[in-house]
Nanobody, 117 residues
Framework: QVQFVESGGGLVQSGGSLRLSCVAS????????MAWFRQAPGKERELVAS????????NYADSVRDRFAISRDDTKETLYLQMNNLQPGDTAVYSC??????????WGPGTQVTVSA
């Protein structure tokens, strides 16, 4: 079955960096556009960044552009998110999934990112 296991979150000070990883399984990872999402307390889940397969085209939310970088290793079926210059507003649970997540791709537990001022 489809599964995502995220890791790499933690507590950092404002201006710090983290690198998130997401190991996917149960589907042909290399042919899918993949994405990172985040959900802050009391808010809806939002799209952070996406990356297309093959010749990767990336897209970012305005709030993270020029600070975050999404990448993928299809040989390892792993998605990455390099996050630099983290701000308190980036505090959230970060999850990965197919860009077009649906009932066939259930959400993993995510990884908590907490940024202190």
């Amino acid at each position: 079955q489809v599964q995502f296991v995220e890791s790499g979150g933690g507590l950092v000070q404002s201006g710090g960096s983290l690198r998130l990883s997401c190991v996917a399984s149960g589907f042909p990872f290399s042919i899918y556009t993949m994405a990172w999402f985040r959900q802050a307390p009391g808010k809806e889940r939002e799209l952070v960044a996406s990356i297309a397969p093959a010749a990767p085209i990336t897209n970012y939310a305005d709030s993270v552009r020029d600070r975050f970088a999404i990448s993928r290793d299809d040989t390892k079926e792993t998605l990455y998110l390099q996050m630099n210059n983290l701000q308190p507003g980036d505090t959230a649970v970060y999850s990965c999934n197919k860009y077009h997540a649906d009932d066939t791709s259930p959400w993993g537990p995510g990884t908590q990112v907490t940024v202190s001022a």
